[in-house]
């Protein structure tokens, strides 16, 4: 059932959130795509995470935002010095990317625009920046329609290499772009001729095929790129609809499989200047890892599938409004939705919860069989005992939210919980193997960055217990940091010292091709098993 929400409203950046009671404030923060630092973990102990409370009145004054929860609609200012990053000199709004470039990319006209993609395999997103004034003005994100042909980025090779694949999949890519630009334009009231810089962050494929670059070379070993980005080109000549002189920044690859987004992400979080070693995993359709230890950078990518943005998922949808974002089992099923309206689907981040919780609650066993209501050893309430249910064809569900007037149906059934185990296991295989090929132990990493616009938030515990992250990690140690490729895209609109950094970041890091590893399918197999 759906639970009474909050509404939190972050200042200066204007963002309002609807979060369950309880929820921490840097949990509602990262909800709504502000990062605050929090260098010890979330223990309270830095006090890096300083945070004001406007509203309610009577509960106003600093407080750490690691440490306070929601209790009531409330006004949180969150002062420049409390983000991740701080990039004075590059932007005035204070969520935006923060990397100290002593340049600016500067533009003498009244109205002069620029917007950041991230290309992702399952879904788009996009954000229009005032380049005067270097500050976000609108965000978007839609699906990505070449899902059409094909959910991951081999099947979308393979389509490639069909008489005019290439250009169905290039012109569907594009006119997406093209519809987000649109999108961004209503939003500010602005022409598409405003519009004079775009920066694309994505993986190696998705950067290939928004080029209209034959991937075929990606498709077999040594899966090796033949276009490497880095480069500006005209917006004309690729048929994107801004200013008829405007210009197009692709981000530089890593290699076959780690591409511009994994380099935005690294970019965006000035990943040599943290605590080392650490790790940044970027979960999407394609999960890419990237260790750093003394510094040293070497980069994966593992093939997750879609199942983390809602697709693929019986009753799944992006994190977008009318999803089911976090999920609860208590005395019945509990749930927050985006937008605090009647249910539609659910998305990554609830995907992640209701997997832990019915691991949690017996429901589901450690091979990720929906057991029989016979079968389930702890004692449970009632309520959740008759959200238990068979199809026509004896198949098991769980029904997350039950069908009525105002919204359909929401279920996990045994297909989903074997997509999840498959997308779980792709990402902690890979992060095994990387730390393996470092000497490193998982209780060896100072810090954990977790990327990915899949969803909103997700509780470290329920990542680990799902086994998403090795349990070993002090969960403490671990920061979930949003959509970093399209907050890289960002940089990259306003510096050309980020474009250059982007480029020097990509040549120095070290490509790891998983699928070729000995290890990697031994590995995968034992963490298709959930943690006990």
């Given at each position: 059932m759906g639970q009474q929400q909050y509404k939190v409203v972050f200042q200066p950046q204007g963002?309002?959130?609807?979060?369950?009671?309880?929820?921490?404030?840097?949990?509602?923060?990262?909800?709504?795509?502000?990062?605050?630092?929090?260098?010890?973990?979330?223990?309270?102990?830095?006090?890096?995470?300083k945070i004001k409370v406007v509203q309610p009145r009577d509960k106003a004054g600093e407080c750490l935002a690691c440490q306070t929860a929601v209790f009531a609609d409330m006004v949180i200012e969150v002062p420049r010095n409390s983000l991740l990053t701080r990039l004075d000199k590059i932007a005035i709004s204070s969520d935006m990317p923060t990397i100290e470039f002593d340049d600016n990319r500067t533009c003498d006209k009244e109205k002069c625009f620029g917007v950041a993609v991230d290309v992702g395999t399952t879904t788009l997103a996009a954000s229009l920046v005032c380049l005067s004034k270097r500050a976000e003005i609108a965000v978007t994100s839609a699906m990505n329609p070449q899902i059409a042909c094909g959910d991951d980025v081999v099947s979308r090779i393979n389509h490639a290499s069909l008489p005019s694949g290439l250009s169905e999949l290039q012109t569907l890519i594009i006119s997406r772009t093209n519809e987000l630009v649109g999108t961004l334009c209503r939003q500010a009231e602005i022409e598409r001729q405003d519009i004079y810089e775009l920066t694309i962050a994505g993986n190696t494929t998705m950067e290939h095929l928004f080029c209209g670059v034959d991937p075929e070379p990606l498709g077999h070993l040594p899966f090796e790129p033949i276009y490497r980005g880095?480069?500006?080109?005209?917006?004309?000549?690729?048929?994107?609809?801004?200013?008829?002189?405007?210009?197009?920044?692709?981000?530089?690859?890593i290699g076959g499989f780690v591409g511009g987004d994994t380099v935005a992400g690294m970019l965006a979080t000035d990943i040599l200047k943290q605590s080392q070693p650490i790790l940044f995993v970027d979960i999407g359709t394609n999960g890419e890892i990237v260790l750093v230890k003394d510094d040293k950078i070497i980069a994966a990518s593992t093939a997750a599938g879609p199942a983390f943005e809602g697709a693929g998922i019986s009753c799944g949808m992006r994190a977008a409004a009318g999803a089911i974002e976090k999920i609860k089992i208590e005395d019945d099923c509990v749930y927050g939705v985006i937008g605090d309206g009647h249910p539609s689907g659910i998305c990554g981040s609830a995907i992640i919860d209701i997997a832990a919780e019915l691991l949690n609650a017996g429901i589901v066993d450690m091979t990720g069989r929906l057991v029989e209501p016979d079968e389930i050893k702890t004692k449970l309430p009632q309520k959740i005992m008759n959200r238990l249910a068979k199809d026509e064809n004896g198949r098991p569900f769980f029904v997350i939210a039950k069908e009525s007037e105002n919204n359909p149906e929401i279920k996990i059934t045994q297909r989903d919980i074997r997509q999840v185990q498959l997308a779980v296991a792709a990402i902690r295989a890979g992060i095994i193997i990387m730390l393996k090929k470092?000497?490193?132990?998982?209780?060896?990493?100072?810090?954990?960055?977790?990327?990915?616009?899949?969803?909103?938030?997700?509780?470290?515990?329920?990542?680990?217990?799902?086994?998403?992250?090795?349990?070993?990690?002090?969960?403490?140690?671990?920061?979930?940091?949003?959509?970093?490729?399209?907050?890289?895209?960002?940089?990259?609109?306003?510096?050309?010292?980020?474009?250059?950094?982007?480029?020097?970041?990509?040549?120095?890091?070290?490509?790891?091709?998983?699928?070729?590893?000995?290890?990697?399918?031994?590995?995968?197999?034992?963490?298709?098993?959930?943690?006990?």
């Amino acid at each position: 059932m759906g639970q009474q929400q909050y509404k939190v409203v972050f200042q200066p950046q204007g963002r309002m959130v609807s979060v369950l009671p309880g929820t921490k404030i840097i949990e509602a923060a990262a909800v709504a795509g502000i990062i605050i630092d929090t260098p010890c973990g979330g223990k309270g102990t830095c006090k890096k995470c300083k945070i004001k409370v406007v509203q309610p009145r009577d509960k106003a004054g600093e407080c750490l935002a690691c440490q306070t929860a929601v209790f009531a609609d409330m006004v949180i200012e969150v002062p420049r010095n409390s983000l991740l990053t701080r990039l004075d000199k590059i932007a005035i709004s204070s969520d935006m990317p923060t990397i100290e470039f002593d340049d600016n990319r500067t533009c003498d006209k009244e109205k002069c625009f620029g917007v950041a993609v991230d290309v992702g395999t399952t879904t788009l997103a996009a954000s229009l920046v005032c380049l005067s004034k270097r500050a976000e003005i609108a965000v978007t994100s839609a699906m990505n329609p070449q899902i059409a042909c094909g959910d991951d980025v081999v099947s979308r090779i393979n389509h490639a290499s069909l008489p005019s694949g290439l250009s169905e999949l290039q012109t569907l890519i594009i006119s997406r772009t093209n519809e987000l630009v649109g999108t961004l334009c209503r939003q500010a009231e602005i022409e598409r001729q405003d519009i004079y810089e775009l920066t694309i962050a994505g993986n190696t494929t998705m950067e290939h095929l928004f080029c209209g670059v034959d991937p075929e070379p990606l498709g077999h070993l040594p899966f090796e790129p033949i276009y490497r980005g880095g480069n500006e080109c005209l917006a004309a000549d690729l048929k994107i609809g801004i200013n008829p002189k405007g210009k197009v920044y692709i981000f530089p690859v890593i290699g076959g499989f780690v591409g511009g987004d994994t380099v935005a992400g690294m970019l965006a979080t000035d990943i040599l200047k943290q605590s080392q070693p650490i790790l940044f995993v970027d979960i999407g359709t394609n999960g890419e890892i990237v260790l750093v230890k003394d510094d040293k950078i070497i980069a994966a990518s593992t093939a997750a599938g879609p199942a983390f943005e809602g697709a693929g998922i019986s009753c799944g949808m992006r994190a977008a409004a009318g999803a089911i974002e976090k999920i609860k089992i208590e005395d019945d099923c509990v749930y927050g939705v985006i937008g605090d309206g009647h249910p539609s689907g659910i998305c990554g981040s609830a995907i992640i919860d209701i997997a832990a919780e019915l691991l949690n609650a017996g429901i589901v066993d450690m091979t990720g069989r929906l057991v029989e209501p016979d079968e389930i050893k702890t004692k449970l309430p009632q309520k959740i005992m008759n959200r238990l249910a068979k199809d026509e064809n004896g198949r098991p569900f769980f029904v997350i939210a039950k069908e009525s007037e105002n919204n359909p149906e929401i279920k996990i059934t045994q297909r989903d919980i074997r997509q999840v185990q498959l997308a779980v296991a792709a990402i902690r295989a890979g992060i095994i193997i990387m730390l393996k090929k470092a000497d490193l132990k998982p209780c060896d990493l100072k810090r954990v960055l977790v990327a990915g616009g899949f969803g909103s938030f997700i509780r470290r515990n329920h990542a680990q217990r799902v086994g998403l992250l090795p349990a070993e990690i002090n969960h403490e140690k671990i920061s979930f940091i949003g959509n970093t490729s399209l907050a890289g895209a960002k940089l990259a609109l306003l510096s050309n010292k980020a474009r250059l950094k982007s480029v020097e970041l990509a040549e120095r890091t070290e490509h790891l091709e998983l699928s070729v590893d000995s290890d990697f399918q031994n590995e995968f197999a034992e963490a298709m098993i959930f943690p006990s």
